[in-house]
T-cell receptor, first 112, second 116 residues
Framework: SQKIEQNSEALNIQEGKTATLTCNYT??????LQWYRQDPGRGPVFLLL?????KEKRKERLKVTFDTTLKQSLFHITASQPADSATYLC???????????FGSGTRLLVRP | GAGVSQSPSNKVTEKGKDVELRCDPI?????LYWYRQSLGQGLEFLIY????????KSGLPSDRFSAERTGGSVSTLTIQRTQQEDSAVYLC??????????????FGPGTRLTVL
């Protein structure tokens, strides 16, 4: 069966450390993988997109890796801040489709 | 408008009643999507519009769910004879509809539906 898995347990880290979130998938061949941030009571906000032929993408303090052999994406936030506390969702997109297939998200808590 | 807006923000209804949820996409966006998010879960795709037509309705959970889009803008998601399992946050997103897969979806704040 097709699955997207994100750690359901909250990730609790100290301010200034690097947060690393994982997205694993099975039985999909996505052309694109996206990461979104969602705050309570709000819709998701797009952060980064990485293509299947890209290994790594960076934007300010954010870094995403995409390993199509392992079927895994890692999302890193360096020098984390309490304001980074939110739920982070990964989403897959197949080449032939417009829809996004979302994981259930991982909640990140950054302690001051 | 500046972003995607949805109304109402909250809707409480009784089992068996019909509800309509509205989405106003970003002006000029040709693509519109509806998703559903249950408590603690990821987003579940419901339907996709390109202009006024819906080439992908694959996510609609039953024939009680329908959606339309008029004038290439506003969309309405209708749930008939609501059931308790319909309780969720219904999210709308719009995008420029660009080809090539890098199209970014912009989400509204959602409508929280509670069926008693």
């Amino acid at each position: 069966s097709q699955k997207i898995e994100q750690n359901s347990e909250a990730l609790n880290i100290q301010e200034g450390k690097t947060a690393t979130l994982t997205c694993n998938y099975t039985n999909y061949s996505p052309a694109y993988l996206q990461w979104y941030r969602q705050d309570p009571g709000r819709g998701p906000v797009f952060l980064l997109l990485i293509r299947e032929n890209e290994k790594e993408k960076r934007k300010e303090r954010l870094k995403v890796t995409f390993d199509t052999t392992l079927k895994q994406s890692l999302f890193h936030i360096t020098a984390s801040q309490p304001a980074d506390s939110a739920t982070y969702l990964c989403a897959l997109r197949m080449d032939s489709s417009y829809k996004l297939i979302f994981g259930s998200g991982t909640r990140l808590l950054v302690r001051p | 408008g500046a972003g995607v807006s949805q109304s109402p923000s909250n809707k409480v209804t009784e089992k068996g009643k019909d509800v309509e949820l509205r989405c106003d996409p970003i002006s000029g966006h040709t693509a519109l999507y509806w998703y559903r998010q249950s408590l603690g879960q990821g987003l579940e795709f419901l339907i996709y519009f390109q202009g006024n037509s819906a080439p992908d309705k694959s996510g609609l959970p039953s024939d009680r769910f329908s959606a339309e889009r008029t004038g290439g803008s506003v969309s309405t998601l209708t749930i008939q004879r609501t059931q308790q399992e319909d309780s969720a946050v219904y999210l709308c997103a719009s995008s420029g509809g660009l080809a090539g897969g890098t199209d970014t979806q912009y989400f509204g704040p959602g409508t929280r539906l509670t069926v008693l």
